[in-house]
C-alpha cells in the first residue's frame, strides 16, 4: 500500500533534513501512529505521504515513496488526492469558506472532482450518516463546534473514497469532548471502511488502545517501529521527550519497587493497569 | 441603474428607487433591511453634496437664501438632486441584491454561466471570511492589550501599538492562507476537470424572461436616449 525507500527530504534553504533515510511498508488497513517530538518530522511524513512533499513543498527528495506502486514525486497532486486524503490540526483553516452549509461543505471536493449530482448527493449523505453529521448537515459550517468541524473536515475528506488517511493531529485544537467525538468517528472508520490510517498523534492511551502499530520519529529518523505494547512502553520515549502514558509511568514506579508482577509487560492503558495492580495486590496477599 | 444613469429626466433615478427597488423589497420582506443600510450609506452624501454643490455650483444664479458671504443657489440644488438620485438607485440596487442572494449563490450561477472557478471562489471567500477575520483580529487585540498594549490612548501611543497588532495579524493570516491553499489541494481543488455542484439552482422561465426583458429595455431606452439628443 505505501513504501518507503530510502527516502530524505531537506526542505528548501534548509541545511538539515526534515526526513533522514527513511524506509518503511504499510500495509492496507491498518492504523498507524506516528509519534514523535516537536521537530522529528512527523508532519514532514504526512505531507509526503499526500503529495504536499514535493508538488507543493519544493525542496530535496531523495530516494522512493510509491502509494499504491504510484510514484508520489510523478504522480500529479490532484491524482494523489483520489488515493490519499489528508486532515490538518486546525479544523477551521479546512472549510472551504466557500459554501452556506455543512452538508455542501462535504461536497466540495467531489464538485472539485466533477462527480455527478446524483452520485455526489447519495456519497454525501452516506458519509453524513457514517460520522454522525445528521443534527448539523444544515447548519453553517462556521457555526458548529470544534469537534464537530474536524468530523466535517474529516467527513470531506473520506467522502472523496481514499484509501489512505493521513491525520495530522486532528485533536491537537480540541477540547477533551471534541478530541472524543474525533477518534470515535475515527474508530468507526477503522471498524467499517477498509480505510489505512496513519496519524500523528500524542495521546499514547488512544494510541494505545485503537492503533496496530505505532511508529517513533526523532530527528527525521525512525527511532522505534513495532505494536503499540512494545513501542510506547519504551524507556527510550522519554528519553527524546515523548509524553508516557501515566499508566505506564506508574506501574514503571511501581516495578522499581517491586510493586508490579515480573511477569508482566507494563501497561499501556488503564484496564492492563488495573489488571496488573489486581494481580500485584494478590500476589502480596497470598505472601501475607 | 442603466436606465436611471442614462436617462436626461432627473427624476427617473428617484422615481426607479421609489417605484421599483422599493416594492421588490417589500416583496422580498427586506424593506427595514434596505432602508435603514440605505439611509446610513446615502446620508454622508447628501449632506456633503448639498451643501457643496448647493453653495458652490459654478454659474449659478437663482439665489434661494443668503447667509453672510454663502448663497445657495437654485441649480446647485438640482445638480444635487441629480447626483443623489443616481447614488440612491445605485445604492439601493446594490444592497438589493446584496441583500436578497447569497454570495455563495450569485457565484454558483456565474460559475454556471462560464465564470472562471478560481476568481468565483476568491471572490465568495473574501466575503464569507471576512467576519472570522475580523474575530482574529480581535482576539489579536484583546491577546496584546492583556500583554500592556494601549490600544486606547492618545494618538502616538496608538500608532506605536499599532505595530504591535500589524505584525501578529499579518503573520497569522499568512499561515492561515497557506494551510488553506493546502488544504484546497486536499479535496481536489485544482483537479483538471469540468466541476459539477451539489446545489441546484432553479432557474424559472419566469426569472429567465426577466433578465432578457431587463436587457432588452435597457438596450432599448439606451438608444432612445442617444437617437433622442
Redesign the interface.
Known amino acids: 500500500m505505501i513504501q518507503l525507500d530510502h527516502v530524505t527530504y531537506t526542505y528548501p534553504q534548509a541545511k538539515h533534513p526534515a526526513l533522514s533515510d527513511i524506509s518503511l511498508e504499510i500495509t492496507e488497513s491498518s492504523l498507524v501512529a506516528i509519534v514523535g517530538p516537536s521537530g522529528a518530522g512527523k508532519s514532514s511524513l504526512c505531507a509526503l505521504l499526500?503529495g504536499?512533499i514535493p508538488h507543493?513543498f519544493h525542496g530535496i527528495l531523495q530516494g522512493r515513496a510509491l502509494v499504491h506502486g504510484q510514484d508520489i514525486a510523478n504522480t500529479p497532486?490532484?491524482e494523489l488526492?483520489?488515493h490519499v486524503?489528508?486532515v490538518?490540526q486546525?479544523p477551521?483553516?479546512?472549510l472551504?469558506?466557500?459554501?452556506?452549509t455543512t452538508?455542501?461543505e462535504i461536497?466540495?471536493?467531489?464538485?472539485?472532482?466533477?462527480?455527478?449530482?446524483l452520485e455526489?448527493?447519495e456519497r454525501?449523505d452516506r458519509v453524513i450518516e457514517l460520522f454522525s453529521l445528521r443534527d448539523i448537515a444544515n447548519r453553517s459550517p462556521?457555526e458548529i463546534s470544534g469537534g464537530e468541524m474536524q468530523r466535517v473536515a474529516l467527513a470531506?475528506?473520506f467522502v472523496?473514497k481514499p484509501r489512505v488517511l493521513v491525520l495530522d493531529e486532528p485533536t491537537a485544537q480540541l477540547d477533551p469532548l471534541g478530541a472524543r467525538q474525533v477518534f470515535e468517528a475515527i474508530r468507526t472508520l477503522t471498524n467499517t471502511q477498509s480505510v489505512t490510517v496513519i496519524i500523528v498523534e500524542d495521546k499514547t492511551e488512544w494510541i494505545a488502545t485503537f492503533a496496530d502499530r505505532v511508529i517513533t520519529l526523532h530527528e527525521g529518523r525512525v527511532v522505534l517501529d513495532g505494536s503499540p505494547d512494545a513501542v510506547l512502553t519504551s524507556p527510550l520515549l522519554a528519553e527524546i521527550g515523548i509524553r508516557v502514558s501515566h499508566y505506564t509511568q506508574a506501574a514503571r514506579a511501581a516495578s522499581r519497587h517491586r510493586l508490579w508482577p515480573s511477569e508482566l509487560a507494563l501497561p499501556t492503558t488503564l484496564d492492563k493497569a488495573i489488571d496488573g495492580f489486581k494481580r500485584a495486590r494478590k500476589k502480596y496477599e497470598n505472601l501475607g | 441603474m442603466l436606465i436611471g444613469f442614462s436617462a436626461r429626466w432627473p427624476h427617473l433615478p428617484v422615481a426607479l428607487f421609489v417605484f421599483l427597488i422599493l416594492p421588490l423589497a417589500v416583496w422580498g420582506q427586506l424593506l427595514r433591511e434596505l432602508g435603514r443600510t440605505t439611509l446610513a450609506v446615502i446620508f454622508p452624501f447628501a449632506l456633503s453634496i448639498t451643501l457643496v454643490q448647493g453653495f458652490f455650483y459654478p454659474g449659478a444664479t437663482h439665489v434661494i437664501f443668503s447667509l453672510g458671504p454663502f448663497a445657495l443657489k437654485e441649480e446647485g440644488l438640482l445638480f444635487a438632486y441629480g447626483t443623489l438620485g443616481k447614488i440612491l438607485l445605485l445604492a439601493g440596487a446594490g444592497l438589493l441584491l446584496l441583500f436578497s442572494t447569497?454570495p455563495?449563490?450569485l457565484?454558483l450561477a456565474l460559475v454556471q454561466h462560464g465564470f472562471p472557478n478560481a476568481l468565483a471562489?476568491i471572490v465568495?471567500?473574501a466575503i464569507?471570511?471576512l467576519p472570522?477575520m475580523q474575530a482574529k483580529a480581535m482576539a489579536i487585540v484583546n491577546a496584546q492589550r492583556a500583554r500592556g498594549l494601549e490600544t486606547e490612548t492618545n494618538l502616538w501611543r496608538r500608532s506605536r501599538a499599532l505595530l504591535a497588532l500589524v505584525g501578529p495579524l499579518v503573520f497569522s493570516a499568512l499561515v492561515?492562507v497557506h494551510?488553506?491553499?493546502?488544504?484546497?489541494?486536499?479535496?481536489?481543488?485544482?483537479?483538471?476537470?469540468?466541476?459539477?455542484?451539489?446545489?441546484?439552482l432553479h432557474d424559472t422561465r419566469e426569472e429567465a424572461l426577466a433578465r432578457w426583458a431587463i436587457i432588452v429595455l435597457s438596450i432599448a431606452f439606451i438608444a432612445w436616449q442617444i437617437g433622442g439628443l
Request: aromatic share 12%; glycine share 6%; proline share 3%.
Open positions: 499526500a504536499f507543493h497532486l490532484a488526492v483520489t486524503g489528508y490538518f486546525n477551521f483553516t479546512q472551504s469558506g466557500a459554501k452556506l452538508r455542501e461536497a466540495f471536493g467531489l464538485e472539485n472532482l466533477g462527480v455527478p449530482r455526489m448527493a454525501v462556521y470531506s475528506i472523496m | 447569497h455563495a449563490d457565484i471562489y465568495v471567500t464569507q471570511l472570522h492561515d494551510e488553506r491553499a493546502l488544504a484546497l489541494e486536499a479535496r481536489a481543488f485544482s483537479a483538471p476537470c469540468s466541476k459539477t455542484s451539489l446545489k441546484e
